[in-house]
């Protein structure tokens, strides 16, 4: 991702799959983390009312994110893993 910047179509598309990926594997924090990453880098790019960013603003309002998304500190926590 470095290769491209923060700010760049692919690095979006990289942290949207690693999402899913994580999603799929039922850990929700890093999956929350990296959907978070695709919304600020897509709202950036498209604009925050373009299908691409509502796309990951709808996951990230889900359910399955209530306890991750309270916590404050899960940004910095999964930034130190991945």
């Given at each position: 991702m470095a290769a491209y910047g923060h700010y760049h179509v692919?690095?979006?598309r990289v942290h949207y799959n690693l999402a899913?990926?994580?999603k799929q594997a039922?850990?929700?924090?890093?999956?929350?983390?990296h959907f978070s990453?695709?919304?600020d880098i897509y709202s950036?790019?498209?604009?925050?009312?373009?299908t691409k960013a509502m796309r990951c603003k709808t996951e990230m309002?889900?359910?399955?994110y209530d306890g991750?998304?309270?916590d404050n500190?899960?940004?910095?926590?999964v930034k130190r893993e991945v």
């Open positions: 692919v690095t979006g899913q990926s994580y039922y850990d929700f924090r890093k999956a929350y983390y990453q695709n919304y950036e790019i498209y604009g925050k009312e373009h309002d889900s359910s399955e991750v998304r309270d500190k899960t940004t910095e926590n």
